[in-house]
């Protein structure tokens, strides 16, 4: 049974659960987990319950001002706090014309936030590598005094609770974890902090300690299937089924799964892939227009650059895995099966495969810190043996 519409995480709401009824629900809070969980939607609604004037056994009312006001939604620009009532009008004036992407698709990484004066919400801005100091503690000429922290620390317009969502928090350099701590480990009172990454390993030792942290996993097929439906991703539960059994866990990748001309790139990934060497001139060319043919806009490439290396990077982890005698890989929720055979048969080094596959998380770095596009391409092919 899910709790508040969020499918397969009722052991994290059991344990949220039984902290809001001793009166314990404070703190700061760091939710790891693979991309395309629910790891935000279950922050949201977590925000939700917590601000709730009459939350009922740990779920809202639905029916208060706060729910309300928590219920009208906008489509943020990433990196932005939503605040200011111009700004709110201008996210509205968005979301009612259904804003789309530069390619002139609905892009996938906007998505609704609550328009609640007690609820804040920051996230790396997509032209950056990293989350701005200025988001946590204000620009230069106005140090100490805008920022998610000063606001943190103001009374709350309604009731007696405030709460924080740090998106992408992967992405916190030293200089934005130092000025965080002091509110990640003593947060005003009745303020929760909620920092959203993908792992812990990769967040600073100084931002692990003061946080308590909550691992989300992977959803179960069925539960995947439903956020499908549910989602409208999925028309009918048979089909929500099928993306389910491809996409590992992942809504998101099971997105990815609609889009056709990836359906048609990735096979021919695939084939290249379990060639003894993939042939430079015609992959380099194939990936490039892969990457090209939604538009030029750089974020668009960036993204559908990352789409491709990361399903390259599970097929030479997956190799990994046959080469070692786990041949589970060549069912369930794979979708690869005879080109990792052929793989296996054409390369049977499973030393070089885990090398490959490392060598193609390298280049989902280099994504991320702004690498020039076709350079990465060619690099990558040009380093796969």
């Known amino acids: 049974m899910s709790w508040q519409g969020i499918e397969g995480h009722d052991r994290i709401a059991e344990m949220f659960s039984r902290a809001f009824a001793r009166g314990r629900l404070e703190g700061s809070f760091l939710f790891t987990g693979p991309e395309g969980v629910g790891k935000r939607s279950f922050a949201f609604q977590l925000a939700k319950v917590i601000l709730c004037q009459s939350p009922r056994r740990f779920t809202s009312c639905n029916q208060c001002e706060s729910c309300r006001l928590f219920d009208l939604h906008y489509v943020p620009v990433k990196g932005e706090i939503i605040r200011s009532e111009k700004q709110a009008l201008a996210q509205q004036r968005r979301a009612a014309k259904k804003e789309k992407s530069p390619d002139g698709e609905p892009d996938p990484l906007h998505f ?145 799964f609609k889009d056709d001309s990836f359906q048609n790139f990735r096979i021919d990934l695939y084939q290249e892939l379990a060639k003894p060497r993939p042939d430079f001139v015609q992959f380099s060319k194939r990936f490039n227009d892969f990457v090209d043919e939604k538009g030029k806009d750089a974020q668009t490439r960036r993204r559908r650059l990352a789409l491709g290396l990361t399903r390259a990077a599970r097929f030479y982890r997956n190799l990994a895995c046959l080469l070692s005698g786990d041949s589970s890989v060549l069912t369930g929720n794979y979708d690869s099966g005879p080109q990792l055979q052929q793989a296996a048969k054409n390369r049977p080094d499973l030393q070089q495969a885990a090398k490959n ?29």
């Open 112 to 256: 609704e936030i609550p328009n609640h004066p007690d609820f804040y919400y920051i996230s790396k801005p997509a032209d950056r590598t990293q989350i701005p100091l200025e988001l946590l503690i204000g620009p230069k000429e106005d140090r100490g005094q805008s920022g998610l922290c000063y606001n943190l620390s103001r009374y709350p317009y309604l009731g007696k609770r405030k709460v924080a969502v740090i998106d992408d928090a992967d992405y916190f350099n030293e200089e934005g974890a130092n000025a965080l701590l002091k509110t990640l480990e003593e947060p005003p009172r009745g303020a929760v902090m909620i920092l959203i990454g993908t792992s812990a390993a990769k967040q600073l030792p100084t931002i692990r300690s003061r946080c308590q942290s909550v691992r989300f996993t992977k959803l179960a097929t069925r539960d995947l299937a439903a956020v499908l439906v549910n989602s409208g991703i999925a028309a009918e539960y048979d089909e929500g089924l099928r993306l389910a059994k491809l996409s590992d866990g992942s809504c998101k990748t099971a997105m990815e």
């Open 357 to 385: 596959a490392e060598r193609t998380l390298e280049a989902l770095e280099q994504i991320e810190r702004m690498g020039n596009i076709p350079y990465i391409i060619e690099a990558w092919i040009n380093s796969l043996r």
